[in-house]
């Protein structure tokens, strides 16, 4: 069974970089799948951030590309998420997911809340 | 950049059917894919590629999609398929993911 689990600061400082971690387990991130982050601010939908492969192919939301990098560790058989200039308008429920066939989001992890604030 | 629209909210009652619709110019040439999110759960793929279910999604929720419409149908709702519903494709033109504004389900 897959799972993946989010982990990194609940509290990030205005201007500051959040950096959250996506554990994959039951998986290898080097397989054939993309692996995604997904946000949820308050009150508001699903907003796609990025997704990556192991072979460092990546695609962002034009939105965000100017401050997102995704990246994997195949040491640790996890993926990370660094968003810089983080301003109140990125705080939100973080979610990482596996990307599978035709680009279809099927293991996501629980969600880690990431509030900006000084 | 592509777009999907979907109603904000459905209301049914229990043992009815739901329909909650996904609209985008010619989303029937894409593959459509549906999430449930329940409050302080993961969400869950209940619907992929416009009509598969994957292991573990009963059989009351189906899918469709031709031309602008994609629907996610759920049959004989119970009080535990109340969530928001979100449909998601993929934009080949911009290398994206691009999700709906969710549908909030309320079962009466």
């Known amino acids: 069974q897959v799972q993946l689990q989010e982990s990194g600061p609940g509290l990030v400082k205005p201007s500051g970089t959040l950096s959250l971690t996506c554990g994959v387990s039951?998986?290898?991130?080097?397989?054939?799948?993309?692996w995604s982050w997904v946000r949820q601010a308050p009150g508001k939908g699903l907003e796609w951030i990025g997704e990556m492969h192991h072979r460092g192919n990546s695609n962002y939301n034009p939105s965000l590309k100017s401050r997102v990098t995704i990246s994997v560790d195949e040491s640790k058989n996890q993926f990370s998420l660094n968003l810089t200039s983080v301003t109140a308008a990125d705080t939100a429920v973080y979610y990482c997911a596996r990307t599978w066939s035709q680009n279809g989001l099927d293991v996501w992890g629980q969600g880690t809340t990431v509030i900006v604030s000084s | 950049s592509y777009v999907l629209t979907q109603p904000p909210s459905v209301s049914v009652a229990p043992g009815q059917t739901a329909t909650i619709t996904c609209g985008g110019e010619n989303i029937g040439a894409k593959s459509v894919h549906w999430y449930q999110l329940k409050p302080g759960q993961a969400p869950v793929l209940v619907v992929h590629e416009d009509s598969n279910r994957p292991s573990g999604i009963p059989e009351r929720f189906s899918g469709s999609n031709s031309g602008n419409t994609a629907t996610l149908t759920i049959s004989r709702v119970e009080a535990g398929d109340e969530a928001d519903y979100y449909c998601q494709v993929w934009d080949s033109g911009s290398y994206r993911v691009v999700f709906g504004g969710g549908t909030k389900l309320t079962v009466l």
């Open positions: 039951g998986d290898s991130i080097s397989s054939s799948n993309w």
